[in-house]
């Protein structure tokens, strides 16, 4: 599994939100966060942008270039 999706789920989980949650609360699809917790899809750079505001967490963090 990439970064992304392993820290997108965990961040999620440490939240307790489910995908659907998520998607309701950020506008994002169910759909698409499951596919990138699956490493199936990347974001696009915009859903990355409302995942970082939401976690309050940086691009960087997210997407595994830092820690």
């Known amino acids: 599994m990439n970064k992304f999706a392993e820290r ?14 998520l998607a309701r609360r950020t506008g994002l699809t169910q759909t698409a ?11 696009s750079v915009e859903a990355l942008y409302v995942l970082c505001q ?3 967490v940086t691009a ?8």
């Not at 966060?33 to 974001?43: L, V, Y």
């Open 60 to 67: 960087d963090y997210l997407i595994g270039l830092e820690d």
């Open 33 to 43: 966060i499951g596919k990138w917790e699956q490493n199936k899809r990347t974001p």
């Open 8 to 21: 997108l789920k965990e961040l999620r989980i440490e939240e307790h939100l489910s995908q659907s949650e």
């Open 54 to 56: 939401y976690f309050k």
